[in-house]
T-cell receptor
Framework: DAGVIQSPRHEVTEMGQEVTLRCKPI?????LFWYRQTMMRGLELLIY????????DSGMPEDRFSAKMPNASFSTLKIQPSEPRDSAVYFC??????????????FGEGSWLTVV | AQSVTQLGSHVSVSEGALVLLRCNYS??????LFWYVQYPNQGLQLLLK??????LVKGINGFEAEFKKSETSFHLTKPSAHMSDAAEYFC???????????FGKGTRLSVIA
């Protein structure tokens, strides 16, 4: 079974440009998470969805960040406009139903974003 | 709110030596505790988890961890380190499985030949 699939794997963009990161969760999983990893702040939860519905977006740093999940097999994280401090690795992850947050979370390989 | 402290951002051990990575947690209710590993340029993957069953939990690749409520700890150990264990290790906590995981800052393990 394919794991969580993220694209692009690497993106270099100029400050002010729009960035869209994409994620395909594992089929049958009902939770989807977006995390950001930086050296300074570690791994931060940005937003998570349950059954395609955003549940908690309190980790989204600013209004420049937005996330959608139009269906069970696709989610996007958008940054508009991007800034150099947004440079980080963005992970998408999903987990199966049952046991709430006690379930294993399956991570994608990450999208490495550099904003210059 | 729950939190996790991982003591030591970098641990270095010799091949064949004991691996001990420390994790202390804070949680207002019984915790669910996790260890994840991240190999270079990859996402995190689960090593093991404690969800209120046996306090000594065995995971993949010979790792194990023991939940000690009195010490609020969940340290990760492996009797004999292999070169392939070199990676970043993250401890995480959830309040009884009812809240999203909160991750520690991670500990980078280096294994010296």
């Amino acid at each position: 079974d394919a794991g969580v699939i993220q694209s692009p794997r690497h993106e270099v963009t100029e400050m002010g440009q729009e960035v869209t990161l994409r994620c395909k969760p594992i089929s049958g999983h009902d939770y989807l998470f977006w995390y950001r990893q930086t050296m300074m702040r570690g791994l931060e939860l940005l937003i998570y969805f349950n059954n395609n519905v955003p549940i908690d977006d309190s980790g989204m740093p600013e209004d420049r960040f937005s996330a959608k999940m139009p269906n069970a097999s696709f989610s996007t994280l958008k940054i508009q406009p991007s800034e150099p401090r947004d440079s980080a690795v963005y992970f998408c992850a999903s987990s199966p139903p049952g046991q709430g947050f006690g379930n294993t979370i399956y991570f994608g390989e990450g999208s490495w974003l550099t904003v210059v | 709110a729950q939190s996790v402290t991982q003591l030591g951002s970098h641990v270095s051990v010799s091949e064949g030596a004991l691996v001990l990575l420390r994790c202390n947690y804070s949680s207002s209710v019984p915790p669910y505790l996790f260890w994840y590993v991240q190999y270079p340029n990859q996402g995190l993957q689960l090593l093991l988890k404690y969800t209120s069953a046996a306090t000594l939990v065995k995971g993949i690749n010979g790792f194990e961890a023991e939940f000690k409520k009195s010490e609020t700890s969940f340290h990760l150990t492996k009797p004999s380190a292999h070169m392939s264990d070199a990676a970043e290790y993250f401890c995480a906590v959830s309040d009884w499985g009812n809240t999203p995981l909160v991750f520690g800052k991670g500990t980078r393990l280096s294994v010296i030949a």
